[in-house]
């Protein structure tokens, strides 16, 4: 591993990357993308969650600090204007964004950072980071996304509708990210995620 060095003011967020390595795990709500980041952090308790910001209210069980930060709109438009994410959209009537400075301390001390992030944001991260690893997963079908977002019944019908209208969108920019994984059976779409990240 590279030794960790003082981020120093002159170098760019691009060339921190070269320091750690940033992977992006996208796809439309519901296909199990936080599903298998957590067996995934289960397995390899090394790698950098970023926990993202976000003005949604909590789902029962979900933790401050642990799950995302929760704060107002306000505040998050206060952090917007500060520079502070490294990344943010607007998604389903929320805000969420990933916190610039912690993730680029991880990046900078050699972690391999995992963002777990919508479309827009991923487009984001792809320009400013060139070099992040940016993978797509994709649903067996429309029809087991539509079960799963309903299976999981944390969505009120109308969070369910607009999540499914924005899956379609966001399912034909598949291919504008490096590797694209169907998350049909669980263990095998959770190993094909380690084989592209530790091969
Ligand atoms: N391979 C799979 N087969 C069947 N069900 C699955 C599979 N992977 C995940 N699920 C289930 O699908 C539901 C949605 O998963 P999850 O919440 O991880 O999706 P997500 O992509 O993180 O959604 P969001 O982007 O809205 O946070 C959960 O109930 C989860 O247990
Ligand atoms: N652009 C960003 N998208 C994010 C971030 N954190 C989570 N997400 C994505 O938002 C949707 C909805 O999440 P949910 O928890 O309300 O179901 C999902 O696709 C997440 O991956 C972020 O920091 N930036």
Same mark, same amino acid.
């Not at 399912?171 to 091969?199: G, R």
């Given at each position: ?82 520079? /502070?994410?490294?990344?943010?959209? =607007? @998604? ?8 610039? &400075?912690?993730? +680029? *301390?991880? $990046? ?61 969108? /966001?399912?034909?920019?598949?291919? =504008? @990210? ?8 669980? &263990?095998?779409? +959770? *190993?094909? $995620? ?6």
């Amino acid at each position: 591993m590279m030794p960790a060095l003082p981020i120093q003011s002159s170098a760019t967020t691009e060339e921190c990357l070269h320091l750690g390595r940033l992977i992006v795990l996208t796809g439309p709500s519901g296909v199990g993308k936080g599903t298998l980041m957590r067996s995934l952090l289960e397995r390899h308790p090394e790698l950098y969650y970023s926990v993202s910001v976000t003005t949604r209210s909590p789902r029962p069980g979900e933790i401050d600090g642990k799950n995302y930060y929760f704060i107002s709109r306000s505040k998050f438009e206060q952090l917007v204007a500060e520079g /502070e994410f490294l990344e943010w959209a =607007e @998604f389903a009537g929320n805000y969420y964004g990933t916190p610039r &400075e912690a993730v +680029l *301390n991880q $990046i900078h001390s050699g972690k391999l950072v995992v963002l777990e992030i919508e479309l827009e944001g991923a487009r984001q991260i792809r320009a400013s980071f060139p070099s992040a690893l940016s993978i797509f997963i994709l649903p067996p079908s429309f029809d087991e996304l539509e079960k799963r977002i309903r299976f999981r019944a944390q969505d009120s019908e109308e969070a369910i509708a607009r999540r499914l209208l924005r899956a379609q969108e /966001e399912i034909q920019a598949a291919d =504008e @990210f490096d590797i694209q994984i169907v998350n049909d059976d669980f &263990e095998t779409a +959770l *190993n094909d $995620i380690e084989m592209v990240l530790f091969k």
